[in-house]
């Protein structure tokens, strides 16, 4: 089974930017539609962007604009930069194939909180 590992996140100023990474195994990563979750407190875990094979991106509307998903598949990676960081933004960050499985084994995720 592929695992996910993200790193990245940390505490930045509303405004802000920061660069999530997500490192992938397995050798048939360049054949999955990436994307990008996060879940805040109390809330959904929510797609934020994705990513095809060959580079085509679909964002969610909260975050259209100011983040971009990438990927490098030589390296079994796919990344999300994130810009105009705001409050609303806090989260958990995820990455994982797209759509995830009906039982999807997700990794620790990476926290980012955006605070004054």
């Known amino acids: 089974q592929v695992k996910f590992v993200e790193s990245g996140g940390g505490l930045v100023q509303p405004g802000g930017s920061l660069r999530l990474s997500c490192a992938a195994s397995?050798?048939?990563?360049?054949?999955?539609?990436m994307a990008w979750y996060r879940q805040a407190p109390g809330k959904q875990r929510e797609m934020v962007a994705r990513?095809?094979?060959?580079?085509?991106?679909a964002y969610a509307d909260a975050v259209k604009g100011r983040f971009t998903i990438s990927r490098d598949n030589a390296k079994n990676t796919v990344y999300l930069q994130m810009n105009s960081l705001k409050p609303e933004d806090t989260a958990v960050y995820y990455c994982?194939?797209?759509?995830?499985?009906?039982?999807?084994?997700w990794g620790q995720g990476t926290q980012v909180t955006v605070s004054s």
């Open positions: 990513i095809t094979s060959t580079g085509n991106t």
């Open positions: 397995g050798s048939i990563f360049s054949a999955f539609v």
């Open positions: 994982y194939s797209y759509p995830p499985p009906k039982v999807p084994n």
